[in-house]
């Protein structure tokens, strides 16, 4: 079967001046995620592979260049799963890892490698699915993952004093709606992005999901993000009969993401639909936009982006779609028959309801 990758650099506000250094960051990432599926790699390293890359770049908001939180400092969450076995690994509150996706991914394969030993099986000690703050990163430590990276950025320095200054001289009443909001009016801060991820398909016809974020800038130290949860940020999954997979990834604001465990609502609803495109206009509308979860919050504020990558074994069908609220969204995809990546940061003006829709059909 042929292979597919998706990937994307977080719903957000993308700096338009930057534009050509994201669509050239997202083209890297996508061609060495297919280069690797071609050479028979699987779904979940060719995931880890393409997230990596975004993290290694200071343009991302994962890995180095991460915002920096109310202590100051980088605290990153990652996550990848998998349909091949139906394991998921995460990390949360991680500092001093450059990839906090490959030690998700070395989670992975520690449950992997454990489940079934004596330890797991005569003492019920079960190797587990999310490790987080300082125990994460001793164990990082004990798997040979360098803890000591240097992760902040000068961006990423940047733009904690801008935030901070408008927190000093900002009412507390004022905050959430100053800070949480990712408003293409505020033109001293035009560049806000969030979590990165990616959703891959392998030769097998395995496919996979991963997240990595630094987090909204100034979070709370410890705060951990649906970048690390399963069902918030990511999910992939299989219909009841195995003949469909779907894998999801998504980015925005972290704890409404949560609230509506928004990727695993798609994932569900695209397996049980035929016509991919009106169910994901739907989930997003019925479940994020008009969720009941989000009430209290006017429909600028409901933001989100997502990536979703569908696959049917029995019509050979691959159905690649993504959606978003926010201002912008940046999205890569590639398929093992295309000569090139396809890249863009989707536009949309904020203040419109209707979320902006993609998908792509493509036969295996």
């Not at 969450?77 to 990390?91: N, W």
């Not at 399963?230 to 992939?236: A, D, E, N, R």
């Not at 009430?295 to 990536?307: E, H, K, N, P, T």
């Not at 979703?308 to 978003?324: I, M, Y």
Request: overall charge neutral; hydrophobic content about 40%.
């Amino acid at each position: 079967m042929p292979s597919f990758i998706a990937l994307h650099i977080g719903a957000g506000n993308h700096s338009a001046s930057k534009e050509a250094k994201y669509l050239k960051l997202m083209e890297k990432a996508c061609l060495g995620a297919s280069a690797h599926l071609k050479l028979g790699g699987s779904a979940d390293t060719a995931v880890v592979k393409a997230i990596a890359h975004l993290e290694d770049s200071p343009l991302t908001n994962a890995g180095y260049g991460s915002a920096l939180n109310s202590a100051q400092r980088v605290e990153c969450d990652a996550s990848i799963c998998r349909t091949i076995d139906y394991k998921f690994a995460s990390v949360g509150a991680l500092e001093g890892v450059q990839n906090p996706v490959a030690a998700a991914h070395r989670l992975l394969l520690h449950q992997e490698q454990e489940l079934g030993t004596e330890k797991c099986t005569k003492f019920g000690i079960v190797p587990p699915s999310f490790l987080a703050g300082q125990a994460c990163k001793e164990w990082c430590s004990k798997k040979g993952i360098a803890v000591d990276r240097k992760l902040v950025s000068d961006g990423a320095s940047r733009q904690y004093f801008r935030y901070k200054k408008k927190l000093d001289t900002l009412e507390d009443d004022e905050v959430p709606s100053k800070i949480s909001r990712l408003d293409e009016s505020d033109e001293d801060d035009p560049e806000v992005t969030d979590t990165v991820g990616a959703v891959a398909v392998d030769t097998d016809g395995n496919v996979a999901a991963g997240c990595s974020s630094g987090g909204v800038p100034l979070k709370e130290a410890g705060r951990i993000g649906p970048a690390a949860v399963f069902g918030p940020g990511l999910w992939s999954g299989t219909s009841k009969r195995g003949n469909s997979k779907v894998g999801v990834s998504c980015s925005g604001q972290g704890e409404q993401l949560i609230a509506t465990t928004f990727a695993r609502t798609v994932g569900e609803k695209l397996l049980a639909n035929k016509n991919s495109l009106l169910p994901l206009k739907e989930v997003i509308n019925r479940y994020f936009i008009d969720a009941p979860e989000l009430a209290s919050l006017d429909i600028q504020s409901r933001l989100m982006g997502v990536v979703a990558v569908e696959t049917s074994l029995r019509s050979e069908q691959l159905v690649f779609h993504f959606g978003h609220t926010t201002p912008t969204f940046g999205v890569a995809w590639m398929s093992s028959s295309d000569l090139k990546p396809n890249v863009k940061i989707s536009r949309k003006n904020v203040f419109e309801k209707n979320p902006i829709l993609f998908e792509l059909h493509n036969t295996l």
